[in-house]
């Protein structure tokens, strides 16, 4: 009976601990580790959002980077950490819906708090300007023809699109892998690669040059910058791809401290300057609660989970 009650003063004093915390929250510097290397869109975008949270919480944010393993090493390292919103991470849509499905991971999308969402990417299919394939249906009938076409792209979900509009039509295309957005422009820029997947900020400046011509915008939506061109769905190929960024904090964080973060999180993205600030690096700006980040990851993990095994991609090993 004595060790029942201490068992139960203990739970009780634990939980009047974290109430305390919570109250006073924050009450010394938060860390945000943020999944890419330093001057990546990523970064960039994560350290003007750290920016305006500071604002809210009153208290200095430390932005910190662990790239690598394609952006799983922040989420894994957040997963770990105590659950007391000290540590924040920058949990994207590719690292919980889509890396699961290629990596074995020490982490799944239940090992968190989601925080917010706060940005989305788009994609664009693009050319050489002087390519020979003015359509996407022109680049779709080469690759059936069997003119062994090659893409490049970074990573997952760019390729995606790819390997969907083959599945789906019967093209034959080769992937070559590149560490960047920039090195997959200066491929298909060099002919090494017929046709790329990107974000704005790789593709639109050399649109703007004359050296690239977009085909289709690979996203739910039309880039604002090209509006006459149409998505892939648009066109007739049922393929979308989609990404965003969020914050997460570990499972078990009290709530108290993740409403004070997401609170801290849509007062920042109010503020028009920082969706300037978001839509200039080719991120359009998003003010998700932390219920909508999650409800989009969730679904997410299926569809992408589904277009994977569709897509016979094998996993990453190594």
């Known amino acids: 009976m004595k060790s029942v009650r201490i068992a139960a003063t203990a739970v009780m004093f634990l939980g009047l601990s974290w109430n305390s915390q919570a109250q006073t929250f924050p009450d010394r510097e938060v860390s945000l580790i943020v ?141 070559i892998s590149y560490k960047s957005g920039a090195e997959a422009v200066t491929a298909v820029l060099s002919g090494q690669v017929q046709v790329i997947v990107q974000n704005p900020p790789d593709i639109l400046p050399h649109i703007k040059a004359g050296k690239l011509r977009m085909l289709a915008s690979a996203s739910p939506m039309r880039w604002v910058e090209q509006p006459d061109v149409k998505t892939m769905k648009e066109q007739g190929y049922d393929v979308e791809i989609d990404s965003w960024l969020g914050l997460a904090v570990p499972k078990g964080t009290p709530a108290a401290i993740v409403n004070t973060l997401e609170k801290a999180a849509l007062t920042a993205m109010a503020d028009p300057a920082l969706a300037a600030r978001l839509a200039n690096m080719g991120v359009d700006p998003a003010s998700l609660s932390a219920k909508q980040y999650l409800d989009i990851l969730e679904k997410g993990y299926i569809e992408m989970g589904r277009a994977i095994k569709a897509a016979k991609i094998p996993r990453i090993t190594g």
């Open 35 to 175: 999944n890419y290397g330093a001057g990546g869109t990523t970064d960039v975008a994560s350290r003007a959002l750290a920016q305006g949270m500071e604002k809210s919480l009153g208290k200095p944010i430390i932005v910190q980077n662990r790239p690598g393993a394609l952006g799983t090493l922040t989420p894994a390292y957040i997963a770990r950490q105590k659950p007391d919103g000290y540590q924040i991470g920058v949990v994207t849509y590719s690292t919980v819906a889509i890396m699961p499905h290629l990596m074995d991971l020490t982490y799944t999308i239940k090992d968190f708090e989601f925080v917010a969402g706060f940005g989305r990417f788009r994609y664009g299919v693009a050319v050489n300007a002087d390519s020979p394939y003015k359509t996407l249906a022109d680049l779709v009938k080469a690759a059936q023809s069997g003119q062994g076409l090659f893409f490049g792209t970074t990573s997952a979900p760019n390729n995606l699109a790819i390997f969907e509009l083959s599945r789906l039509t019967g093209a034959k295309f080769e992937h």
